[in-house]
Nanobody, 120 residues
């Protein structure tokens, strides 16, 4: 059973920045794409960023140009650097393994997530 543990969230003012981390127990981490998802209050969980095993990245339109995903294979950790945060970024953030074409998360189990709140 793969485990994900997200951290790094918090309360930040509009325009501020945060860096999230996700540590995983996935054995084949270095061979696997990883993705970040988020769920805002009253909304469905959405995919926002992906990094492939060779470091190629892509992003959802809502975060493109503001968020950067990266990975450290030695630590089995994926990161999400978030800049220019606004109230619409308020959500619980999760990581998972995205399916190659659809970006639908492969694993049904999720970590606890990390809460990001953007407010003045």
């Amino acid at each position: 059973q793969v485990q994900f543990v997200e951290s790094g969230g918090g309360l930040v003012q509009p325009g501020g920045s945060l860096r999230l981390s996700c540590a995983t127990s996935r054995r084949s981490f270095s061979l696997s794409a990883m993705g970040w998802y988020r769920q805002a209050p009253g909304k469905q969980r959405e995919w926002i960023a992906r990094i492939t095993s060779n470091g190629t990245t892509d992003y959802g339109d809502s975060v493109k140009g503001r968020f950067t995903i990266s990975r450290d294979n030695a630590k089995k950790t994926v990161y999400l650097r978030m800049n220019s945060l606004n109230a619409e970024d308020t959500a619980v953030y999760y990581c998972n393994v995205p399916a190659p074409e659809t970006k639908v998360p492969i694993f049904a189990s999720w970590g606890p997530g990390t809460q990001v709140t953007v407010s003045s």
